[in-house]
């Protein structure tokens, strides 16, 4: 078996000094490339044969999705798709086992809402790979979820509003709204409609179903690069969709104090973690580099593509 290939994009450490990832036993890995940096250790793949049995990512090494975060990792694939990895528990002790997911609060709302509830019929809920769920838009691979929950965590505490941007099929709306508790107030926005309806369906199958009956969690049909002020300000946005730029109607709903979490760019995009300081400005970094399909109107997504990869 050869791990596809994998590329880091847009690097925030280096733009050209990429070379290839050395074999730590065999010859499974072909044409895989990343971007080494001397001042930091390297990701490690053990493998053997037939099939990758160990991933293993450095402590020292803070974001193990550099490897073009949402990019269909075969070897995750295979090894999480396997019968001992089948159900939702065992999925999120693989991403806590390879050192995605650390925090107890984010493992244990991701063990709550259960994944299946929130995939299409006839796919593997459990894999790490994002799924098309119709009408040119995906749910994230796991890890992408981990990664954004725990970036959010802080701005996630019992009592907390968070607002999900194109939410998609409920998943991490519901992830929201369990750590917020019913003292809090999640509000995921999506433009499909019938989007909207499917994934209040798949929140009554799950776990947060008595949020959405207490009305602490809603989910609502409208334009996200919008926000949906009718409960604004946030302590939390996450924008599931890649937008050209940070839209100011986000900004603006965002609480001072507030993180928010969104992908920026077109065919080369960061995810950015956006601060709102006390005195109302704002502090930008990136997080890493992935790929999302577009943030953008209904009419525009339903003639496009599905990018997200």
């Not at 990792?73 to 999925?91: P, T």
């Not at 709550?112 to 098309?132: E, L, N």
């Not at 990136?286 to 953008?296: F, G, K, N």
Request: glycine fraction near 8%; hydrophobic fraction near 40%; charged fraction near 15%.
């Amino acid at each position: 078996m050869n791990l596809l290939t994998a590329l880091a994009y847009g690097c925030s450490y280096c733009n050209a000094n990429a070379r290839p990832l050395q074999r730590q036993h065999h010859s499974l890995l072909t044409s895989t490339l990343l971007h080494f940096h001397p001042h930091r250790p390297s990701l490690s793949l053990f493998t053997s044969c037939p099939i990758i049995t160990t991933l293993s990512f450095s402590p020292l090494f803070p974001n193990p999705n550099f490897l073009n975060a949402n990019t269909l990792f075969s070897a995750m694939e295979q090894l999480w798709s396997g019968s001992d990895s089948s159900k939702n528990k065992a999925m999120v002790e693989n991403l806590r086992s390879y050192g995605i997911l650390t925090s107890k609060k984010v493992a244990e709302a991701m063990e709550t809402i259960d994944r299946a509830f929130f995939v299409p019929k006839g796919t593997q809920p459990y894999v790490d790979s994002p799924m098309a769920i119709g009408y040119n838009a995906t749910i994230s691979a796991p890890h992408m979820h981990a990664t954004c929950l725990e970036l959010l965590e802080e701005n996630l505490q019992p009592g907390m509003r968070a607002l999900d941007v194109g939410s998609g099929t409920g998943y991490l709306t519901a992830c929201f709204a369990y750590m917020v508790g019913p003292q809090g107030r999640a509000v995921g926005v999506e433009h499909i409609p019938e989007l909207v309806s499917s994934s209040i369906e798949n929140i009554e199958k799950s776990a947060a179903a008595p949020l959405l009956k207490d009305g602490s969690l809603s989910v609502h049909c409208g334009d996200g690069r919008q926000g949906w002020a009718e409960f604004a300000p946030y302590d939390a946005i996450h924008v599931g969709a890649a937008a050209p730029e940070i839209p100011e109607a986000l900004i603006e709903q965002l609480k001072p104090g507030g993180r928010m979490v969104i992908p920026v760019g077109n065919m080369f995009q960061d995810l950015q973690v956006v601060d709102k300081n006390s005195d109302g400005s704002v502090s930008i970094r990136t997080e890493t580099s992935v790929r999302y399909v577009p943030l953008t109107s209904r009419d525009d997504q339903l003639r496009g593509e599905a990018t997200e990869s």
